[in-house]
């Protein structure tokens, strides 16, 4: 629209049903139709000359930049600089508006792209590439493919004699996307494994000491115990007894845990672009978990002592 501003791109060539086979959503305008030439992506060299050009299909936070909306993109001519001093300029139509993509982890915010179909793209796995020329160096070395699932031994030794075809020279080496992004996190994955170790053995602990400090109560208050029973009290009411002492000081706790764990996670989700909202509701459900694990620790205990026979507890008085 005659604007001179500039803003940095990821370029990503492919196929004309590239954004098709990873599922990614269209926001504005169409994908690339191999049926249209103008879809076609002439890069700049000397034997492209003037003729260098096509269409683009732009993400979301690309057309951001620009300050348009998706619908309003649809259409805008741009220029492409690939050689970043405005030697090598290919301009093209917006044809089409993507969502972002996250070719990297969830650290980083995703960055504005572009794709296009340059002009020696293969429009299928033929027996030979298409003919280049000088200026137009064939840039495939890729290939996407999804897999319907099932016999993936058998498609994937398909797939390699299919390459051997393509490039016999080139040995081909597969990898499936999942396991690509699964590698993007496994500092995360031994982090859940290393804190759920130690959430597990600080339970455990926590869990034994409650139960210590449970018995030495009831051994200490076992003549108030036959007392209170004698007088009427029901095994709930004595096992709510000692529940309520042990309850105030899991709350206590919580109190102070609170504060401590919020900054310390909020720190930690600062390293996401994507992270959640650390609500009270984290916070307060946290809480009745571990009050949950006192009253089933302490409750035990509690219970077998209401339930013994009070003349146990009064016959020396």
């Known amino acids: 629209g005659g604007a001179s501003d500039s803003i940095d791109v990821i370029s990503t060539h492919g196929g004309y049903n590239f954004l098709e086979s990873y599922g990614v959503a269209l926001r504005a305008g169409r994908y690339f139709d191999e049926r ?3 879809d076609v992506l002439t890069l700049p060299g000397p034997a492209a000359g003037s003729s260098a050009g096509g269409s683009y299909v732009l993400s979301e936070s690309a057309v951001r930049a620009l300050g348009l909306s998706a619908e309003e993109a649809i259409g805008r001519r741009i220029e492409m600089d690939f050689s970043r001093d405005f030697t090598s300029i290919a301009p093209g139509v917006i044809i ?8 990297f982890s969830l650290h980083e915010t995703p960055k504005p ?3 296009y179909v340059p002009a020696t793209s293969p429009g299928a796995f033929t027996g030979s590439m298409p003919a280049t020329s000088q200026a137009q160096p064939a840039l495939f070395n890729q290939a996407s493919i999804r897999l319907a699932g099932g016999n993936s031994a058998e498609v994937l030794e398909w797939i390699h004699a299919r390459w051997k075809l393509i490039s016999p020279n080139e040995p081909m080496f597969h990898e499936f996307l999942d396991a690509r992004y699964a590698a993007l996190y496994q500092e995360e994955e031994q982090q859940a494994r290393f804190f759920t170790f130690f959430a597990a053995l600080t339970t455990g602990i926590a869990c034994l000491g409650l139960f210590g400090l449970t018995s030495f109560s009831v051994e200490k208050r076992f003549r108030e115990i036959g007392i209170r029973k004698v007088m009427g009290s029901s095994v709930w009411q004595v096992v709510l007894l000692l529940t309520n002492d042990f309850s105030k000081l899991v709350l206590i706790s919580n109190l102070i845990a609170w504060p401590l764990a919020y900054f310390a996670m909020a720190r930690w989700l600062e390293n ?4 959640i909202d650390l609500t009270p509701v984290v916070f307060i459900g946290s809480g009745l978990i571990a009050l949950c694990v006192a009253w089933v620790t302490v409750g035990g205990t509690a219970a077998k002592a209401a339930n013994q026979n009070p003349v146990l507890a009064l016959r020396y008085e």
């Open 36 to 38: 249209l030439i103008s």
């Open 96 to 103: 089409g508006v993507v969502e972002d993509i996250h070719p």
């Open 113 to 115: 792209s572009a794709f």
């Open 272 to 275: 996401f672009a994507y992270r």
